[in-house]
């Protein structure tokens, strides 16, 4: 048995576990990915991500080579059980505020081909498959004891321990987390097609609000589609799996022909759940992924909010091991993303109960009410797109009518640069940013210059490429501020009214970014 000591120790190399590798390797932190399973998963799962979770592949640096994987998605339209539509909510497939279109239909896979292959060319990522994880501890110091592929055992003493193992976490078990359960147990088939020409349909999100058959259809990317079905209580599970009952379900959408030339790529039973961790912390063992939430798939976030996680986590994380920022910012992580994926949670539900039938005796109560909200003009405007904004803590300054920018995600414009167009995080880097509309007064400007690590950035100076949403510039003056001091996140942590009160954002930032508040400036 050997031992070593000091990286952060991730469980499980799906794309939540590996996209926290590369966030931290980007701080300089090392880490140790334990997966094992000896080869990635080659089959599709995850088909959706928003401009948001787009914008954190940016910020691990996969952005370019994963978007031509990807398509624009151009909404969802409600199909009742005559295959009617009922109602349409588009979405602009342009750059959105975020940098990227509202949403993109991927194959996971691709994605996981890709963060792999990043996290391969980097020295601090060690990878190792085949390794079983079998006895966790937790608090400051933890360690992990794991099976590796040889069959011996090894521990590893770690700065940390991020548990991405799955809906069935063996670390979350083991440091005795448990979840609050939604009472929310559907099965579902989904089957997953290549047919070799692109079929005739939409080529948004169809999803049938049928109560003898609830299901949602999606064209993927390329000729790559989707299918998921409710299963019926105590309905024969053989029989539903047969190849008769696949062209009768598959029949709407196909002729005979395309079916007979289709290759089925997966066909699977998979029980949908709403769970979420009562505590997404024990010491120094955080949760992430699926061993902190699942949620139905009705809303598309499974994935995301996976992610959303690794981006929330990994940074605070970083402060702390490289000693600028107290372990108490650490439990920030929980109270920030926990409110959040519930909500993803219950919205989740909300969607299902409304759009996909249900199987009691309200299911044409619910159709009829979804088909009159249908009919209401502008419906799809009340729709809401974006994360809701953080609330009021140690990382996010008091909202109000003044400052109503702080808690959210600072919008993503493309900008030009003597390289050519470029987004604006790729200017920021991956650590806090103090954004201007101009100038600053001189003794702020000295401050800012002895104070390390922040970037900054004047918005007028910059010159934005034209676009259908408004500058940033308009976006600060139409809230009457004159900066915001952006979290590595690109979450509004503090915004100032005038040139005039740059020097208390300053301040802000040498707070939550010192261990020692008497070195804070005044």
């Not at 926290?20 to 995850?46: D, F, W």
């Not at 914008?55 to 005559?82: C, E, H, K, S, Y």
């Not at 079916?259 to 066909?267: G, I, K, P, S, W």
């Not at 167009?421 to 880097?429: H, I, Q, S, V």
């Amino acid at each position: 048995m050997t031992t070593q000591r000091d990286p952060v120790v991730i469980v499980g190399a799906g794309p939540v576990g590996v996209a926290c590798a590369l966030l931290l390797a980007q701080r300089g932190i090392s880490t140790v990915i334990l997966e094992r399973h000896r080869e990635p998963y080659p089959l599709p799962r995850a088909v959706h991500l928003d401009d948001e979770v787009f914008r954190i592949l940016q910020a691990i640096g996969v952005d370019d080579r994963f978007a031509p994987f990807t398509r624009p998605m151009p909404g969802m339209r409600l199909i009742n059980g005559r295959r009617r539509v009922m109602a349409e909510f588009t979405r602009d497939t342009r750059d959105g505020r975020n940098g990227f279109p509202p949403d993109s239909m991927f194959d996971q896979p691709d994605l996981e081909r890709i963060l792999l292959e990043q996290a391969a060319t980097i020295d601090l990522i060690d990878l190792r498959r085949g390794c079983e994880a079998v006895q966790v501890t937790s608090g400051e110091h933890p360690t992990i004891e794991f099976r590796n592929d040889d069959g011996h055992h090894e521990v590893v003493e770690a700065a940390a321990v991020i548990a991405c193992d799955g809906a069935n976490s063996f670390v979350r078990e083991q440091v005795g987390i448990t979840m609050r359960d939604f009472r929310f147990d559907e099965q579902w088939l989904v089957i997953d097609v290549l047919t070799p020409s692109p079929l005739d349909v939409w080529s948004g999100v169809h999803q049938i609000c049928d109560p003898a058959r609830a299901a949602t259809f999606m064209p993927v990317t390329g000729n790559r589609y989707r299918w998921e079905f409710r299963v019926h209580d105590g309905e024969d599970l053989d029989t539903l799996g047969s190849q008769r009952t696949l062209r009768e379900l598959l029949a709407p959408w196909m002729t005979s022909a395309e079916l007979a030339e289709c290759t089925v790529m997966r066909q699977a039973l998979y029980t949908f759940r709403a769970r979420v961790a009562h505590t997404w912390r024990s010491g120094r063992v955080f949760l992430a992924g699926d061993a902190a939430h699942q949620t139905p798939p009705f809303v598309g976030q499974g994935l995301g909010s996976g992610l959303r996680d690794a981006m929330n986590l990994t940074w605070k994380l970083a402060d702390v091991l490289d000693g600028t920022a107290p372990d108490s910012l650490l439990d920030t992580y929980e109270s920030e993303r926990k409110p959040h994926a519930t909500r993803i949670i219950l919205m989740a539900l909300a969607v299902g109960w409304a759009l996909t039938g249900g199987q009691d005796h309200l299911a044409s109560v619910r159709r009829a009410l979804v088909t009159a909200a249908c009919h209401v003009p502008r419906i799809s405007n009340a729709i809401p797109e974006g994360s809701p904004s953080l609330n009021h803590g140690p990382l996010v300054q008091r909202r109000g009518m003044r400052s109503r920018l702080n808690g959210t995600l600072f919008p993503q414009p493309w900008v030009r640069t003597p390289d050519g167009a470029r987004r604006l995080d790729d200017l920021l880097g991956p650590r806090y940013a103090l954004i201007t509309r101009g100038p600053l007064p001189d003794h702020t400007a000295a401050r800012l210059t002895s104070t390390a690590g922040l970037t900054h950035i004047v918005i007028d100076e910059l010159a934005c490429v034209p676009s259908t949403n408004p500058s940033l510039s308009a976006v600060m003056r139409s809230q009457h501020t004159y900066a915001v001091l952006l979290r590595p996140d690109r979450v509004v942590m503090a915004s100032a009214r005038t040139g005039a009160d740059v020097g208390d954002l300053l301040s802000t930032y040498q707070r939550a970014h010192c261990t020692d508040a008497t070195k804070v400036p005044v």
